[in-house]
Nanobody, 116 residues
Framework: QVQLVESGGGLVQPGGSLRLSCVASGIIFSECAMGWYRQAPGKEREFVASISSAGGVNYADSVKGRFTISRENAWNTAWLQMNTLKPEDTAVYYC??????????WGQGTQVTVSS
């Protein structure tokens, strides 16, 4: 059974930084793509960043230059480093794992609040 456990969310002031972690189990992590999404109150879930099994990355325009996605296959872990945070980054952040068979798995979400 595939499980994703996220951590690292919290309250931070504008301009601050947070690093989110997503640890996977029950699957061959190195063969999977990983992504981060977020959902703000009253809004649809949106794409933030992704990293392929080969390490190729993509970012939403709204976070380019501020967020960095990375992974360590030996630890079954993906991270989202978030710098220069803005109030509009406030949301529940979810990690997503996509396997080679078209299956997607989601974490439980972690709250990020950017406020002074």
């Amino acid at each position: 059974q595939v499980q994703l456990v996220e951590s690292g969310g919290g309250l931070v002031q504008p301009g601050g930084s947070l690093r989110l972690s997503c640890v996977a189990s029950g699957i061959i992590f190195s063969e999977c793509a990983m992504g981060w999404y977020r959902q703000a109150p009253g809004k649809e879930r949106e794409f933030v960043a992704s990293i392929s099994s080969a390490g190729g990355v993509n970012y939403a325009d709204s976070v380019k230059g501020r967020f960095t996605i990375s992974r360590e296959n030996a630890w079954n872990t993906a991270w989202l480093q978030m710098n220069t945070l803005k109030p509009e980054d406030t949301a529940v952040y979810y990690c997503k794992l996509s396997d080679n068979y078209g299956h997607n798995y989601w974490g439980q979400g972690t709250q990020v609040t950017v406020s002074s």
